[in-house]
């Protein structure tokens, strides 16, 4: 079987070439082969398959097997993937995914994609939408108790669970420890990924996150659409920023007319393979 490996803004998968012929078990695969010392290394796999209503589908699962909604990094890779290979000549394209159909503009520079905006959909505060139990109907800077510490939280949904934590540094947070505090607390029933994220002016966030099913991981493309959100909902930044991440910047904006969220970064490819 080929494989592609990926990443944006290191936030790294293994993809897949599925539009002629389906595979058989991808969340044993993402199991096996994401490890990092026995396998090919990655945060998960990411499928490309054949749409009835975009021009492709994107499944994605994570380091442990489960299946995700959305990838923000993901997804530009697959427009580089499909562009790069020969599927399409499109530089407007239609993705399928579990959290809707996402549009992608891409950006081709010497006949390769090297950055590609997405139109991440809405993004919601609403608790039942996220989902979020106990704190009301919007979670926004509410205090909560967690790992035995107190933090303020923002709990935003783009197509998956963010939980949203602004503190005053987080370059000596011990994520390993916290994170998984916040994925399995039962406030959230279908755990969360949180991010972890300090305000430096109003136009710029740095941000670490801890992905549900993968851990501590170099980017998340939806984390950062839902901090830059939560920022801006709770009047810390303006509409548009850029997220500074381990693995790389994301620009991110809030079209408030069409109600959506943009989100624009590179994508690049590292290597390809064989495996059995």
């Given at each position: 079987m080929k494989f592609t490996k990926m990443h944006g803004c290191g936030n790294d998968y293994i993809y897949?070439?599925?539009t002629k012929e389906p595979m058989e078990d991808p969340s044993g695969f993402s199991v096996?082969?994401?490890?990092?010392?026995?396998?090919?290394g990655a945060d998960g796999l990411i499928t490309i398959n054949p749409s009835q209503v975009a021009d492709f589908r994107m499944a994605m699962y994570n380091a442990d097997g489960s299946e995700g909604a959305m990838c923000?990094?993901?997804?530009?890779?697959?427009?580089?993937?499909?562009?790069?290979?020969?599927?399409?000549d499109?530089?407007?394209?239609?993705?399928?995914t579990k959290a809707g159909i996402k549009e992608l503009d891409l950006v081709v520079e010497n006949g390769k994609v090297s950055k590609v905006r997405v139109d991440m959909g809405a993004a919601t505060t609403q608790a039942d939408r996220i989902p979020?139990?106990?704190?009301g109907d919007e979670v926004i800077h509410k205090p909560v108790n967690v790992a035995g510490q107190d933090w303020y939280m923002t709990?935003?949904?783009?197509?998956?669970?963010?939980?949203?934590?602004?503190?005053?540094?987080?370059?000596?947070?011990?994520?390993?420890?916290?994170?998984?505090?916040?994925?399995?607390?039962?406030?959230?029933?279908?755990?969360?990924?949180?991010?972890?994220?300090h305000v430096i002016d109003r136009k710029n966030i740095e941000m670490r996150v801890w992905e549900r099913g993968s851990g501590?991981?170099?980017?998340?493309?939806?984390?950062?659409?839902?901090?830059?959100?939560?920022?801006?909902?709770?009047?810390?930044?303006?509409?548009?920023?850029?997220?500074?991440l381990l693995g790389g910047d994301l620009e991110i904006e809030y079209d408030e007319k069409r109600g959506t969220m943009l989100m624009t970064g590179a994508a690049a490819t590292v290597f390809e393979g064989e495996v059995d």
């Amino acid at each position: 079987m080929k494989f592609t490996k990926m990443h944006g803004c290191g936030n790294d998968y293994i993809y897949i070439d599925c539009t002629k012929e389906p595979m058989e078990d991808p969340s044993g695969f993402s199991v096996k082969y994401s490890d990092r010392h026995k396998g090919i290394g990655a945060d998960g796999l990411i499928t490309i398959n054949p749409s009835q209503v975009a021009d492709f589908r994107m499944a994605m699962y994570n380091a442990d097997g489960s299946e995700g909604a959305m990838c923000g990094n993901g997804i530009r890779c697959v427009a580089k993937y499909v562009y790069d290979k020969g599927l399409t000549d499109k530089t407007h394209l239609k993705v399928e995914t579990k959290a809707g159909i996402k549009e992608l503009d891409l950006v081709v520079e010497n006949g390769k994609v090297s950055k590609v905006r997405v139109d991440m959909g809405a993004a919601t505060t609403q608790a039942d939408r996220i989902p979020v139990v106990g704190l009301g109907d919007e979670v926004i800077h509410k205090p909560v108790n967690v790992a035995g510490q107190d933090w303020y939280m923002t709990c935003v949904s783009v197509g998956n669970p963010h939980a949203v934590v602004f503190v005053n540094n987080i370059t000596h947070m011990d994520l390993a420890a916290i994170g998984p505090k916040f994925e399995y607390h039962p406030m959230f029933p279908d755990r969360v990924n949180t991010e972890f994220a300090h305000v430096i002016d109003r136009k710029n966030i740095e941000m670490r996150v801890w992905e549900r099913g993968s851990g501590e991981t170099m980017a998340c493309g939806t984390g950062a659409t839902a901090t830059a959100y939560a920022a801006w909902k709770c009047g810390l930044t303006d509409k548009k920023v850029t997220v500074h991440l381990l693995g790389g910047d994301l620009e991110i904006e809030y079209d408030e007319k069409r109600g959506t969220m943009l989100m624009t970064g590179a994508a690049a490819t590292v290597f390809e393979g064989e495996v059995d």
